[in-house]
């Protein structure tokens, strides 16, 4: 059993201070530098002010393992996705707790705030997010080339549609 709880500056401090290795190497390419736990706090409230979902995943025990985050992207009835996690051999049965949680529910919560599509990136070399993303409902569409200092960091784009535009063809590799 997991819990949703909102974010607060502790439980997002408890998860980002012992973020998963990967989830670690996935921000410092993403940001195109290292990056440490008050880096990734800031850059997380300052999401979480525009934010339509912040929250923190929670186990039964109260411990926080992993954010969660859903923000407008400037387009209307787009949004974008983030998720960062604690270590995700020790939390991976709460991880997929959390994945079939927002799979069961992304369809009623994108339609009660009027949102068609989702977008999320990972690292091209993150071991987990291809599975996790997907397990979420999410669907890969474009490998992006040109990320991180010197730009030689891959990120592949994935998205959730709403039932209503997923039967739109997307371009294919």
């Known amino acids: 059993m997991i819990r949703l709880v909102p974010f607060s500056n502790a439980a997002g ?6 973020l998963d290795l990967d989830d670690a ?38 411990t926080p393992f992993a954010l969660i985050l859903v ?25 997929a707790r959390l994945a079939v949680l927002i799979r069961d529910g992304i369809d009623a919560w994108a339609e009660q705030v ?7 990136r990972s690292h091209a070399d993150h071991p987990r997010a291809d599975r996790l993303l997907r397990f979420c409902g999410f669907h890969l569409e474009a490998r992006l080339p040109g990320f991180g200092a010197s730009g030689d960091e891959m990120f592949h784009q994935y998205a959730w549609l709403s039932e209503g535009v997923r039967h739109v063809q997307t371009a294919q590799d």
Do not use: M
């Open 25 to 62: 190497l996935e921000a410092a390419a993403y940001d195109g530098h290292p990056v440490d736990a008050f880096t990734l706090l800031r850059d997380w409230q300052t999401g979480h002010a525009a934010a339509q979902l912040s929250q923190v995943a929670c186990t039964s025990a109260g």
């Open 114 to 120: 009027g949102v068609r599509r989702i977008e999320a």
């Open 71 to 95: 923000a407008p992207t400037g387009q209307a009835g787009v949004s974008q996705a983030a998720l960062l996690s604690r270590d995700h051999r020790q939390f991976g049965p709460h991880l």
């Open 13 to 18: 401090w408890a998860v980002l201070t012992r």
